[in-house]
């Protein structure tokens, strides 16, 4: 389905599939995404797996994702804008090993992705990561903070601007 606006809910303990996520607005591959999705005002916590599962042009504004089982937003798309979001907590107590599928957030094969007004902080793993094949994104005016693996971690990527991000 697209062109769907969630606004002003929370959602909670939720047990979506290894990898997906209470929201799922894509899947592996972003031929298998949503378009033009709008989550805005959200408080989605304490769900298993992943709290959002990003989708093609899709934008999460304002909300609060936190401890949620392994990622608290992530996944693949293309024109993904996320502004003014709170992520903490991600994979809280660290269950899971924080070097692989954990943390605050790990964005992969994204086009275009925007992220910024953003705070990450207290998750076990990387705050802001972007793992494989992220093109032309622009990380800017996020703050992270008290992770346990990297602030701020960018692998096998390019085309990026990273500025006036503070960790």
């Known amino acids: 389905v697209n062109n769907v606006t969630i606004r002003k809910l929370a959602i909670t303990r939720y ?3 290894a990898q997906m996520g209470a929201i799922r607005g894509g899947g592996p591959a972003r031929t298998q995404s949503t378009e033009r999705w709008v989550l805005d005002s959200l ?28 990622i608290n937003i992530g996944g693949v798309g293309v024109g993904i804008l996320v502004d003014g979001v709170e992520v903490a907590y991600g994979n809280n107590g660290c ?8 943390g605050g957030s790990k964005f ?44 701020i971690k960018i692998e096998i990527s390019y085309g990026g601007i990273v500025r006036n991000n503070a960790v």
Not at 43 to 63: Q, T
Not at 95 to 102: I, K, L, W
Not at 113 to 134: A, E, K, M, Q, Y
């Open 108 to 151: 992969a094969a994204t086009d275009s992705l925007i992220v910024r007004n953003s705070w990450f902080h207290h998750s076990c793993g990387p705050g802001l990561w972007l793992d494989i094949d992220n093109r032309w994104y622009v990380l800017e005016n996020n703050r992270s903070e008290d992770n346990v693996r990297e602030g």
């Open 15 to 17: 047990t979506p599939p």
């Open 95 to 102: 269950p899971n090993d924080p070097g692989f599928e954990a």
């Open 43 to 70: 408080d989605v916590h304490h769900n298993a797996n992943l709290g959002v599962r990003i989708g093609n042009r899709m934008k999460v504004l304002r909300s609060n994702l936190h401890h949620n089982g392994t």
